[in-house]
């Protein structure tokens, strides 16, 4: 059983910068694949960037390569997303999530283990 706990969201403006935290409880933290998922108003949960169970290989949507980092610490049982140049179209709820199995994948149904979820909101 993993929890997922994620934390660091806000208000900021275009243009700047936030880093996401999820604390992860479990005894299988550094077996785990994790991701990070975003959901904004009326739309379907979309996939963002995913990290292998060693840090080691990454994964981005297109729309976020170059902008966002997605990044672990598996002595802390913590996952990080840097995110850079933001745009008020990044305005979401972001998720990060744990899947049993420790290879990257970019699919919702791939993962076992959901947070709560943290605000970010992009002002013009």
């Known amino acids: 059983q993993v929890q997922l706990v994620e934390s660091g969201g806000g208000l900021v403006q275009a243009g700047g910068s936030v880093r996401l935290s999820c604390a992860a409880s479990g005894r299988s933290f550094n077996r785990n694949a994790m991701g990070w998922f975003r959901q904004a108003p009326g739309k379907e949960r979309e996939f963002v960037a995913a990290?292998?169970?060693?840090?080691?290989?990454?994964t981005y949507a297109d729309s976020f390569k170059g902008r966002f980092t997605i990044s672990r610490d598996n002595a802390k049982n913590m996952l990080y997303l840097q995110m850079n140049s933001l745009k008020p179209d990044d305005t979401a709820v972001y998720y990060c999530?744990?899947?049993?199995?420790?290879?990257?994948?970019?699919?919702?149904?791939?993962?076992?283990?959901w947070g709560q979820g943290t605000q970010v909101t992009v002002s013009s």
């Open positions: 990290i292998n169970f060693s840090g080691g290989s990454t």
């Open positions: 999530a744990a899947r049993i199995g420790s290879l990257i994948a970019a699919g919702r149904s791939a993962y076992n283990y």
